[in-house]
């Protein structure tokens, strides 16, 4: 089984509850074709580069998941169904595309932002 990652943007008109159970139904399509689903993140609500379908926002969502080459068609034929699904891209990683997400789900990339302990907190009021 090769390893995937698949980022689509849902309608921004959609309740959070309803984004929630939108993904919900493409990762039990994923489970239904027997894929592992490694990891699965909602970005929220962002602005588009530029409109699509006359929205200006949309709610992002990224699924990692290793599966059979098969199961990708069968995952976008039903993105293309749900009317909720404005844009939808689904991407086969490579080793060190693996490996880079591995480390990013770690937490690895986020050093820059400055970590300060309670005491450093409790100088600073």
């Known amino acids: 089984m090769k390893q995937y990652e698949t980022v689509f943007i849902l309608n921004p ?6 984004a929630k159970d939108t993904v919900d139904k493409f990762v039990k399509v994923l489970k ?4 592992d689903v490694i990891n699965i993140e ?3 609500l962002r602005k588009l580069a530029y409109p699509i379908q006359k ?10 998941f290793s599966a059979a080459p098969e199961t ?3 995952l ?23 490996e880079y997400n591995a ?11 400055k ?5 450093e907190e409790e100088v600073a009021l």
């Not at 239904?32 to 894929?35: F, I, N, S, V």
């Not at 039903?78 to 060190?96: C, G, I, Q």
């Not at 480390?103 to 932002?113: A, D, I, Q, S, V």
């Not at 970590?115 to 005491?119: E, G, P, S």
């Open 76 to 98: 976008e034929t039903e993105f293309r169904r749900d009317e909720s699904v404005m844009r939808f891209l689904t991407t086969a990683l490579d080793k060190f595309a693996v």
């Open 103 to 113: 480390r990013r789900r770690k937490g690895e990339f986020n050093k820059n932002k």
């Open 55 to 64: 929205k200006s926002t949309g709610f992002y969502n990224l699924i990692e």
């Open 72 to 74: 990708i068609g069968t």
């Open 42 to 44: 909602r970005w929220g």
């Open 13 to 18: 008109v959609l309740s959070e509850d309803q």
């Open 32 to 35: 239904k074709a027997k894929a």
């Open 115 to 119: 970590t300060t302990t309670k005491k």
